[in-house]
């Protein structure tokens, strides 16, 4: 496991709607279709920081 994924930051649903200034249940359609991914850690659903920032830059 390369260092970056050891310290990789996650964010919950509330942080990335923030970024993306939109609705919490906006998130959570875009993960349903698969334009952002999420993964379920400790139970709770959480997004890679780094894959946030890949999709604010796409747009």
Known sequence: MANEELNERFLTRREVAEKFRVNESTVYRWRQKGIIKA??????????????QKQLIEL
């Open 39 to 52: 993964y379920g850690i400790q139970g709770r659903v959480l997004y890679k920081q780094s894959e946030i």
